[in-house]
Nanobody
Framework: QVQLVESGGDFVQPGGSLRLSCVAS????????VGWFRQAPGKSREGVSD????????NYADSVKGRFTISKDKAKSTVYLQMNSLKPDDPAVYSC??????????????????WGKGTLVTVSS
């Protein structure tokens, strides 16, 4: 059974940091791109970052470059999203997803094949 389970969402003040985790099970994650997406109330879901699990090559949205870092732990079939310098416009439900597409571009939500349920990130003073 394919599963993606996110964790790490929390309440944090502006300028703070969080690390999100996405644990994959039920399939061989090496063959996929794993992406992090976010959706704030009233807004469309947007891509934040993704990583080609086999190569480790990563892409980032312009809005998070220099602040967020995606990484992977092959032994744990886990992808992390380290979020630093969080801003008031970063709050959202953050979800991870997988895609069989492996290219050089940040994938869109329409490219993804399977989704986790998400974890809530709140940034407020």
């Amino acid at each position: 059974q394919v599963q993606l389970v996110e964790s790490g969402g929390d309440f944090v003040q502006p300028g703070g940091s969080l690390r999100l985790s996405c644990v994959a099970s039920g399939f061989i994650v090496d063959y996929y791109t794993v992406g992090w997406f976010r959706q704030a109330p009233g807004k469309s879901r947007e891509g934040v970052s993704d990583i080609r699990f086999s190569s480790g090559r990563a892409n980032y949205a312009d809005s998070v470059k220099g602040r967020f870092t995606i990484s992977k732990d092959k032994a744990k079939s886990t992808v992390y999203l380290q979020m630093n310098s969080l801003k008031p416009d970063d709050p959202a439900v953050y979800s991870c997803a997988i895609s069989g597409i492996v290219n050089d571009h940040l994938l869109s939500p329409y490219d993804m094949d399977f989704w986790g349920k998400g974890t809530l990130v709140t940034v407020s003073s």
